[in-house]
Each structure stands twice: as C-alpha cells, then as structure tokens.
C-alpha cells in the first residue's frame, strides 16, 4: 500500500494579517477534501508569526496571534527570533501556555529555571494508518539577545543532528522546521541526510516547487502571508520507504476571498487601538519629524538616549519616526504609530579612531533615500544619519561635546541595534557591544517622556 500524507506550512507572517483568513480556509477546505479520500494531513507554523510592529500583536503581546493559530487547528509550530527576542523573558516563557498545538524548538533553554512545559525537542506525528514522522526544530541562534533576556541557544544543527539519527529507527519519516534561513537549511542537509525534508524560514526565500539537495527536500515560503505551502508526501508501506516528495506554493493573494475578511480584520484594529489608547503623558506643542536633517522630534530623543545610556555620543537614522508627535495628550497607540519598530538601543564602545571612521561612513549619500526593509526597521525610509554629541570641525577633528577625540581612548556610543548586524557598520559586529533589552524603543522615549513632561 502507497499512503499520500500531507503538510500544510506557513512561515514568517510577521503579523500581516491581510491573507490570513483566506489562506486558512483554503487549507482547511483541502484538508477535508483529502480527509473524504483517506489521506492523512497536518498544519505546522516555521515562526515569526507574531511581529510587535503590528497594533494587535503589540496590544496582546503575541496571545492574538496564539488564538489564531489555536482556531486555525494547528499541530505543530515553532518560532522565530521575533517570538525569541523581542518578548521579555516572561511574556515568552509564558506565551504559549494556552497553545492547543505542540510546540517544538530544539536549541532554547531558560538560564532561570526549567524550561516551560510546552517547549519540546521534537514530536511525533502518526497519520491514520500509522506512519510516524518526527518533526525536530531549531530557531536562529541570536546569542548575544537571548543571554541578555534569560535564555540559552545553542548552536541548531548540531542539536538537530543529535536527534535525528536515533529518531531514525524510531519513524518512518523525518521532517525538520528550521528557522535558520537558506545557508543553513543546505549545511544541515548536507551534514544529515536522515531527515528528509527542511522546511525553511527565515530568510524569507521563495522555492515554488521546493529544491532537493543532497536528497532533502527543502522549502521556502516567502513572508508576510504571501504564500501557502503544500508537501505532498508518499509513502510505501511493503517497503518502508518514502516514495515521492514533492512541495508547492499556492499565492495567496489569488486565493478567493473568506467571508468577514475585511470585517475581520476592522474589528481586531479597533479592539487593538482600544487597548492602546490610554494615556501616559501630555506635551504643550507638537514635536514635528523630518527626514532629511534634524527636527524637534530627533532633538527629543536624542535627549533620551543620553538620559537613559549616559553615551558620549548618539548615532540614529531621521527615518525611524514613521509619524510626528502632536501637541496634546499621547498614547501608547501614539508611540506605536510613531515608532512601531521591534529595535532595541545598543551601546557599542569604539576607540576614538573607529568612532571618526563611523561618523564619515554615516555621511553615505545614499542611506537617506534608501527603502529599507527588515533589520528590525519598520519605516518608509531610512532617512539622514544623526549624530549628537560629536561634530567634525575644520581641521577634519573629529570633536566629542567640543573635545577632540583621542584615537586610543574608548568612546561609548549609543545607537539604535539594526546598526551592528554589519549592514551598514562592519566594524560594529566586531565591538563590544550592550544590548539593552527587552524595551523597544518606544518604551524607553515612553519612560523618558513621562519623567520630562509628567
């Protein structure tokens, strides 16, 4: 007998909620059309779900998006670095208490106590006639983040490796969701053969019809709700062996609309808005954001970030206020419009001579017109790099608050986190470097706010 199992994924919705609805009807009328003729399916997340930058994600902390994907029937998920390291380490620890579905991640570990009870190295899925496949995960290994907020990650593929082998004679069929991106999804299949599909998150790349390597399958569903994933597999039970595999996506844009999808979505943004919406201070005129050189707004929280890093110097892009301030009282539904990015502020020590080399490479001509996309930024534009604190005078001395700078001497300069990931500043991933965490940085121009304007 050849059974046909099926595996239904998404990955990196990053809370885009606007294909949401149509996408989990369409599996879920498939799932029961395949139910009719026998054949076996599941339903599994590869992480970055929930994205703070979002109203309802933010409101809820991520529980909307847990609801979601309860309702949605679920059986295996896991997550992302946006569940890892942008949640304090008791709102993740806790994140998925009510979660109907398993949740598997194989490299996290709690540095403050037991691991929560939902966190699993691996689970095994058994279809209707038996087949068992063992679904193994392992998440990006952002060590610098998670050690600050309470967690261990270790490196994925070794993790993977340790329990795949053994799982081998346990299951007939190995599958593994890795929110690791491309590069690592071809190391592992290169290192493991034993597993024999890699579905791939992460770097949000897109395989229509998936791509074999070194006899694994692997996948790439794209991000933000884009695409919906289909893994058929095939399965001899004479032989024990897997037969076929094969992966596609389907667009979701061109998905018939569900019923109540516009109302759906109207609804949680006004539920989220009201959540929001309470006051936590009051300013007498408007703080206005410019994009191309300094405003009243960037003055403001430049002032902040000295206050709440006591740096020499700031160093952040005029793009990160998507909106003004307006005169009068200000929510927290205000401070997310404003700056609804999941970036943290990062404290990087430079000699004198590598803090001159960063304030010419923050001259580039061509970051303030660039659209950005990831890194945390969830702006229009990037915008013209602002520096306080420090200026370059005639003689090309690179001066901090009026004093030349010594090239030897240690500098602290506060930044904003997107800026040592090596994009922008290659020398930043090499620094030393204190994250400060887990406030967003609306969080902190919140507390700096509330102290200044009571």
Request: with cysteine.
């Amino acid at each position: 007998m050849r059974e046909r199992i099926h595996i239904f994924h998404t990955n990196d919705l990053h809370s885009h909620f606007t294909y949401w609805k149509r996408s989990q009807y369409f599996i879920e009328q498939t799932r029961k059309m395949l139910a009719v003729q026998g054949e076996t399916s599941f339903l599994i997340d590869l992480g970055d779900h929930l994205d703070r930058s979002n109203l309802v994600t933010e409101a809820t902390l991520g529980k909307c998006n847990i609801k979601m994907l309860n309702d949605a029937n679920y059986d295996v998920v896991t997550l992302g670095n946006n569940e890892g390291i942008t949640l304090s380490h008791d709102e993740l620890y806790h994140l998925y208490d009510d979660a109907r579905f398993e949740v598997v991640v194989g490299n996290l570990f709690s540095t403050q106590k037991e691991n929560p009870q939902w966190m699993k190295p691996y689970t095994i899925l058994t279809t209707q006639y038996g087949t068992k496949i063992a679904v193994l995960a392992a998440t990006a290994p952002f060590d610098l983040f998670y050690r600050q907020l309470g967690w261990d990650v270790t490196l994925p593929r070794p993790e993977i490796i340790k329990w795949a082998y053994p799982l081998k004679d346990e299951v007939d069929v190995i599958v593994c969701m890795s929110h690791l991106g491309i590069t690592e999804d071809e190391l592992l299949a290169q290192e493991c053969p034993a597993i024999d599909v890699i579905f791939g998150s992460h770097t949000h790349h897109v395989f229509e019809q998936g791509r074999l390597e070194n006899g694994v399958l692997l996948t790439g569903g794209g991000k933000f709700g884009m695409y919906t994933g289909h893994l058929t597999l095939e399965f001899d039970h004479e032989t024990k062996t897997l037969e076929k595999k094969s992966d596609r996506l389907y667009e979701n844009a061109l998905l018939p609309e569900a019923m109540g999808e516009g109302e759906w979505l109207e609804s949680m943004q006004k539920e989220a808005k009201q959540l929001l919406e309470q006051p936590v201070f009051q300013v007498t005129k408007p703080y206005n954001k410019e994009w191309f050189h300094r405003s009243q707004l960037s003055d403001l929280f430049a002032e902040c970030l000295f206050d709440y890093t006591n740096a020499d110097c700031v160093l952040f892009n005029a793009g990160v206020f998507v909106e003004s301030m307006k005169k009068g009282s200000i929510s927290k539904y205000d401070l997310h419009k404003m700056l609804p990015h999941p970036i943290n502020i990062c404290v990087v020590h430079l000699t004198g001579a590598e803090l001159k080399e960063i304030f010419l490479q923050a001259e580039n001509e061509e970051w303030p017109r660039l659209e950005l996309k990831g890194l945390g930024f969830r702006g229009v534009i990037f915008g013209k790099m602002l520096h306080y604190g420090m200026k370059m005078n005639a003689a090309r001395e690179l001066l901090i608050h009026g004093v030349p700078v010594e090239a030897g001497k240690e500098y602290r300069l506060a930044t904003l986190d997107l800026f040592t990931f090596g994009f922008f500043f290659p020398s930043f991933k090499y620094a030393k470097k204190d994250y400060l965490l887990p406030q967003f940085l609306r969080d902190v121009f919140k507390e700096y706010c509330m102290k200044k304007f009571g």
